[in-house]
C-alpha cells in the first residue's frame, strides 16, 4: 500500500514537472475554459485555446495534464488515479490526440507505474493490434491457452480478450473487462447437430453446427453460450462493428480476400450455416455463432461475419432452426 501511494506522489509530481519543462508559458484549469462543441474557447475572448492545461481535484491533486491547440486536444493527455490513493490498470495512462482525436498511441500503466497494454489509434479509430504485458514486461503469451473437454477429450485453443484492473497486485476490481474464449469453433457432437455438407472434414476445420436450443446446452462445464451483452463487448474491444469482422477473423480461410489480421487470436472461421429444410450455405464465405439471447418464440439473435467486409454485427433474421457455429466463453 505505501509503495502504490508513493506512486501516485511521483505521478502527481511528474506532472507538474513536464508542465513546468515543455517551454514554459502558463498552465490553466481545464475548468476555467468553456467549451462551445467541441472546442475550448477563452472565456473573456471567446477565442479558442491553445496551450497547457490541467485537471485538479478539491484537494489540488493533479488528476490529467495535457494540451490545446486552436482549442481541441493536441499532443499527449496523460491520466493520473488518484482514488483512494490507488492506481488501477487503464485509470494511469498517456493518450496521443492531433485535432480533438486520439492520433497514435494510448498506453495503460498498472498500480506499479509497469506498461501493460497498448493501443494504436488513427483518426479516433483503434487500429493495428492491441498489445498486452506482463507484470514483467513481456508481451502477452500468457492471453492464450487451451483446454481439453472432458466429455470426448477434445483440446481446444482458448484467448482472454480485454483488460483486468487492480487495486493493488493481490486484490482484483471490477473495473477492467476480461472474458476467456474460445479460439475455435465448437466440435462437439450433440445430438442434432452436424457437419456441414455431412463431411467430417468439415468439422474438423469448422467446427460442428447447431440449431439454438442445442447450442444453449453445448458448451462443456464451466463454459457458456455467450449472449449479447458478451458479444458485443467482444465486438468493442475488438474496435466497433465497423472493423471487428476484420480484427477477429482469422488471417486464412475466408474465400475472396475476406481473411481477417486476427489481432485478438480470436481466429473466427466461416463455417456456413444449415437451414430448417436441411440446404448448407455459405462455407468458407460466411460465419454465423449463436447468441444465448432470444428475440422472440421462433428467432434468437447471432453474431454474423462475412468475406464481403468488415463488419461483426448482431442479427436475428435466422429461426431457431436453423444450424450455426458455437464459440463458448469461460463463466
Avoid at 477434445?154 to 480478450?161: H, S
Avoid at 440449431?211 to 465486438?235: F, I, R
Avoid at 475472396?256 to 468458407?284: E, M, Q
Wanted: with cysteine; charged share 25%.
Amino acid at each position: 500500500m505505501k509503495n502504490v501511494k508513493s506512486i501516485v506522489i511521483l505521478a502527481f509530481a511528474a506532472a507538474l514537472a513536464l508542465l513546468a519543462g515543455c517551454g514554459g508559458g502558463q498552465v490553466v484549469e481545464l475548468s476555467s475554459l468553456q467549451k462551445r462543441g467541441d472546442v475550448y474557447v477563452v472565456p473573456e475572448t471567446q477565442k479558442p485555446y491553445s496551450g497547457k492545461f490541467v485537471v485538479t481535484s478539491r484537494k489540488n491533486e493533479v488528476l490529467q495534464a495535457g494540451s490545446l491547440k486552436n482549442g481541441k486536444l493536441h499532443g499527449e493527455l496523460t491520466t493520473y488515479d488518484t482514488f483512494l490513493g490507488l492506481a488501477t490498470i487503464g485509470s494511469h495512462k498517456i493518450e496521443t490526440y492531433a485535432n480533438g482525436m486520439l492520433n497514435g498511441k494510448l498506453k495503460k500503466y498498472d498500480a506499479n507505474g509497469k506498461l501493460r497494454l497498448v493501443e494504436n489509434y488513427k483518426d479516433g479509430q483503434r487500429v493495428g493490434k492491441v498489445e498486452y504485458y506482463d507484470e514483467n514486461g513481456e508481451l502477452g503469451p500468457e492471453q492464450r491457452g487451451s483446454f481439453s473437454d472432458q466429455r470426448d477429450g477434445k483440446t481446444y485453443k482458448t484467448v482472454k480478450i480485454g483488460s483486468e484492473s487492480w487495486m493493488t497486485e493481490t486484490v482484483k476490481i471490477g473495473l477492467g473487462y476480461q472474458k476467456n474464449w474460445m479460439a475455435e469453433n465448437l466440435n462437439y457432437e450433440a445430438e442434432g447437430s452436424k457437419c456441414y455438407e455431412n463431411n467430417p472434414a468439415n468439422c474438423q476445420k469448422y467446427g460442428r453446427l447447431y440449431d439454438w436450443q442445442t447450442a444453449l446446452k453445448s458448451c462443456p462445464s464451466g463454459w457458456h453460450l455467450p449472449n449479447n451483452d458478451e458479444l458485443q463487448k467482444l465486438v468493442d474491444i475488438a474496435g466497433g462493428k465497423e472493423v471487428a469482422g476484420a480484427t477477429l477473423k482469422a488471417a486464412s480461410g475466408w474465400n475472396r480476400s475476406g481473411n481477417g489480421t486476427d489481432d485478438y487470436k480470436f481466429s473466427a472461421l466461416p463455417g456456413g450455416s444449415c437451414h430448417s429444410d436441411g440446404s448448407f450455405h455459405d462455407v468458407g464465405e460466411d460465419g454465423g455463432w449463436w447468441s444465448a439471447s432470444e428475440y422472440n418464440s421462433d428467432h434468437a439473435y447471432h453474431q454474423l461475419m462475412g468475406s464481403s467486409g468488415d463488419r461483426a454485427g448482431l442479427s436475428s433474421f435466422l429461426g431457431k432452426s436453423s444450424l450455426l457455429s458455437v464459440r463458448c466463453v469461460q463463466d
